[in-house]
């Protein structure tokens, strides 16, 4: 049975991925993947680097993005509010799919830029064509909702995502990392709510270094962020 990161950082989620991206394909041609996603942090600076090594490697390159999603409007930037953001993992799934991540990379950093490059719902809405939208991390909105004991809004949520993506074009992201204690109790609710909207679950690791002897050196990067 085969093993195919569908949420992975290079070290072009500045100052918070590690693994280089020649680097990064190599790994997982040794363990015989045969696809590899890149979903870097709201960007896609690494997404050609990363398609040409994935070519070159015979493994089949997935161009994503972690997005951060502003907690109002996009384009409302007001001090105490609008700083705090969510997270959304967002696949193409075709060329049209790669221009809209290119569209709403560009406008998060040209638009929606507030302490990171954000992008909201609406604006994903009207970019939405080709793209895989699985329901994120722990910092998602999704997740956050599940932590607040917010059933309703995360059910409600899913099921935006699946008028905005339909229904095929979306799945309910789960991982388990013990680090963030508080998530582990929420995944039987995860499974639940997923079964209750009838959407598939998808099992990711939120891939920031290569090997398990650089997590000192990440946590130190991470202090530097």
């Not at 896609?44 to 409007?73: D, M, S, T």
């Not at 950093?109 to 699985?134: A, F, M, T, V």
């Not at 905005?164 to 929420?186: A, G, Q, R, S, T």
């Amino acid at each position: 049975m085969s093993f195919v990161h569908l949420h992975t950082h290079s070290h072009y989620s500045l100052l918070d991925g590690m693994s280089k991206v020649k680097e990064l394909v190599a790994r997982a041609k040794e363990f015989g993947m045969p696809a590899l996603a890149l979903t870097d942090h709201g960007n896609l600076y690494g997404a050609i680097e990363f398609y040409n090594e994935c070519k070159k490697a015979g493994i089949k390159p997935i161009i994503g993005v972690e997005a951060y999603i502003a907690e109002r409007a996009y384009t409302d930037k007001e001090p105490g509010i609008d700083n705090r953001r969510y997270h959304l993992t967002l696949l193409a799934r075709n060329n049209a799919g790669y221009k809209n991540l290119m569209k709403l990379v560009s406008k998060s950093n040209l638009e929606g830029y507030y302490y990171k490059p954000r992008i909201d719902l609406d604006l994903i809405r009207e970019h939405s064509d080709g793209l895989i939208c699985l329901s994120g991390c722990p910092g998602s909105r999704f997740i956050q909702y599940l932590k607040a004991g917010n059933k309703e809004e995360a059910v409600k949520l899913l099921k935006t995502y699946i008028t905005m993506f339909n229904k095929e074009h979306v799945f309910v992201e789960i991982m388990i990392h013990e680090e963030v204690d508080w998530y582990i109790p929420l995944i039987p609710s995860i499974v639940a709510i997923a079964i209750e909207v009838d959407l598939p679950l998808v099992a990711t690791w939120d891939s920031h270094y290569l090997n398990s002897d650089d997590k000192e050196a990440h946590n130190t990067l991470l202090a530097i962020n």
